[in-house]
């Protein structure tokens, strides 16, 4: 099975098999977010990225998996990436997380409240914490530092394939979420660092490299 990223709210989830952690990627909901729940092979402790909505496919996309729930990061305060939060929230038990910031902002005020630089453990896997400022004050990305190949990074809505998220037009927001996006993404990460956003399909950061002064530029 390839992996693609390319996923619909109507279809099937995408499987990408690493040797020590499996990702599966979803969309729900009519704004077509992306859901991924990230699973420790040896272990079978799960971790999800966004509970954005549709409870029943997320609880669906678990038993994908081994099942269970250890950990709900919530990427930003945003209402669409947290419709079904306090849904998968019950019927989990799992620990909920979220950047410092947004957390109280969210309808699970989480266990865990996150800042840059900070890890999150499940099973045999540990996730870096990045704060990414300006999309909301909270915004976080995680990345998985995978011991045999490239690192992989869930952006949520501060970097897309094109661009940072959207700031609606402040200067001083995009300032500070490009800023974060080159400091703390492009300056850390090789090309083939593999990027899932909040919507829509993957990139590299070898393919977004080329185009950053053009973004700086044009202000979006």
């Keep these: 099975m390839t992996y693609t990223g390319n996923v619909t709210s109507d279809g099937t989830s995408d499987l990408r098999e690493l040797p020590l952690l499996t990702i599966r990627k979803a969309e729900v909901g009519e704004l077509a977010n992306n859901v991924y729940l990230l699973t420790c092979i040896r272990t079978g402790a799960q971790l999800l990225i966004d509970a954005a909505d549709d409870h029943a496919r997320i609880m669906s996309l678990l038993h994908e998996g081994s099942g269970g729930l250890d950990i709900i990061v919530t990427t930003h305060q945003h209402w669409d990436h947290q419709r079904a939060l306090e849904q998968v929230a019950a019927s989990t038990k799992a620990i909920t997380a979220a950047g410092e910031a947004d957390a109280d ?5 989480p266990a865990r409240r996150l800042v840059h630089g900070d890890t999150l453990a499940f099973g045999d896997i540990t996730l870096d914490v990045i704060h990414l400022r ?3 004050p909270g915004s976080v990305a995680l990345v998985y530092h995978d011991p045999q190949r490239n690192a992989h990074i869930w952006t949520g809505d501060s970097l897309f394939p094109g661009g940072v998220g959207n700031v ?3 200067p001083e927001r995009f300032a500070s979420l490009l800023g974060d996006v080159q400091t703390r993404i492009f300056d850390v990460y090789d090309d083939d660092t593999w990027i899932y956003p909040g919507h829509g399909g993957d ?3 070898g393919v977004e490299r080329p185009h950053l002064q053009e973004w700086r530029e044009r202000g979006w």
Aim: charged share 15%.
């Design 105 to 109: 902002a969210l309808a699970v005020v």
């Design 168 to 170: 609606e037009q402040d």
């Design 203 to 205: 990139t590299t950061l």
């Design 134 to 136: 300006g999309h909301t």
